[in-house]
């Protein structure tokens, strides 16, 4: 993902876990260090994570923008 895109709850995305792609939805953008999805993370207002939620396990994870691929609509 280009720095600097901006995605939000409900967007649709994907990402690499295992040599696969998971799609899924953005639950929320996390701009603070706490505890998320059962890890410790690291965001701040400048590098922000977003926790998703696949939509093949329901599992949540969190990611760095620069791991997601937004979907376009209708993709």
């Not at 990402?15 to 998971?22: I, M, Y």
């Not at 400048?46 to 791991?67: D, F, I, M």
């Amino acid at each position: 993902m280009a720095k600097g895109k901006k995605l939000k709850k409900g967007d649709s995305v994907s990402w690499s876990s295992h040599g696969q792609t998971v799609p899924g939805k953005v639950k929320k953008k996390i701009t603070e260090r706490g505890e998320v999805a059962g890890r410790t993370v690291k965001a701040s207002e400048e590098n922000p994570q977003y926790e998703v939620e696949s939509e093949k396990s329901g599992r949540t994870a969190v990611h760095k923008p620069q791991s997601l691929r937004k979907k376009k609509k209708g993709s």
